[in-house]
């Protein structure tokens, strides 16, 4: 019998316990995409509708589409959605001119600022797996950032006072424009150039985009991977969001549909075309009512946490519109709630609405540029009590 010292086993014992704790404490893509549950995530329809509500719904839902978009002048896809089941959907027009390739369901575009909803889900995500926290100052998690009392709430609820990146880097002394801009190169001009804050951080609500390529550079850090692959690891892949992408500016302007003015020309790409966070997700009708379903689910995360991102946190004056975390809204004085929000780059105009009390999802993508895809909003007041009416206008993002 051969016979094995204790100083031996000792040695084994502690090789195992270190390659447990390795595997246990690496950041792979399943610790990433975890559910509380630990179980693959599984969206759930709602009940099935009627054949008579689904009819009621149709042809007044149709009847809006051909009014406010006659001979295919959408150039996109549509969909109306209640519980999950598509009441309504469309797609005419060309995804890409050059080539005559029709619009189909499957047609990824440039949902513009819509990706903002989708990056504030994915740091809500990271917040439920206690990896982030709301209050968390940036200053702890990007090495050198300016402004010590800009928190991530700050930037998820656009009350940072950071200024716009559009507008400091198109001076010639603070960016030379023949250069593709980065995320973090704009972190860095801010450090560098020492750009001063528009107004003191948390004193009032300022939309800007910089606040969200700034959480595009964290979502990396926490999790260590590029925001690419973070975003299908979090949201894309359980979600089943199988024509969603963000775009990667030096591997998909061959690929990606392209963007068009009204006329169809084309619009051709600039220095700013390699920001995420803010822009620059693709995505379908389709998916983003996978989106909607999901992350309204209490399986996705926490419900008292999603409720905080329908909460408006800009109440310096008395008025209608505000803005949560990654959302807009309308709080009328009755107690209703409008939660949607708007896209425009380019040529891309994108609208998304969710009515989570009727459990209702509206969505409107064009790659030629058209205000009227943001008035699919007023379809809101054939499911609720939204006093909209299907011939008003709509406004931008």
Known sequence: MISIKNTNILQLLLLLFLLT????NNNSEQD???????????????????????????????HFYNKNWPHNSLNGGFLVAKNGHIIYEKYEG???????????????????????????????????QNKLDLEQKVTTLLKGFPYPNVTIKNLLSHRSGI??????????????????????????LLIT?????????????????????????????????????????????????????????DKDRQTANPSYRGNFSLYYWDYLDAI???????????????????????????????????????????????YGLGMRMINWETGQNFYFHNGWWHGNTSAYITLPEEKVTIIALSNKFNRMTYKVRNLAALFGDYPFKLDDNGNGE
């Open 193 to 249: 150039k020492k750009i001063d804050l528009e107004f003191r951080t948390d004193s009032r609500f300022s939309y800007c985009n910089t606040n969200y390529a700034i959480l595009a550079l964290i979502i990396e850090k926490v999790t260590g991977q590029k925001y690419k692959e973070a975003m299908k690891t979090i949201i894309f892949k359980p979600l089943g969001m199988n024509d969603t992408y963000v775009f990667d500016y």
């Open 94 to 128: 060309l995804a890409n001119n050059k080539t005559k390739t029709e619009m189909t369901s499957s047609s990824s575009l440039h949902i513009a600022s819509v990706s903002k909803v989708m990056t504030a889900t994915a740091v809500l995500k990271l917040i439920d």
């Open 163 to 188: 200024r716009n990146y559009s507008y400091f880097t198109d001076k010639k002394e603070i960016w030379d424009r023949h250069k593709i801009l980065t995320n973090q190169d704009i972190v860095n």
């Open 276 to 322: 995420y966070g803010d822009k620059n997700i693709y995505s379908t009708p389709r998916d983003l009512l996978k989106f909607d379903m999901g992350r309204n689910d209490p399986d996705f995360f926490k419900p008292e946490l999603l409720k905080k991102a329908f909460i408006g946190y800009s109440n310096e004056r008395k008025g209608l519109n505000n």
């Open 21 to 24: 704790s390795c595997k246990g």
């Open 32 to 62: 990433l995409s975890d559910n509380k549950s630990k179980k693959t995530f599984v969206l759930k329809e709602g009940p099935n509708l009627t054949n008579e509500y689904v009819n009621s719904k149709k042809n007044a839902i149709e």
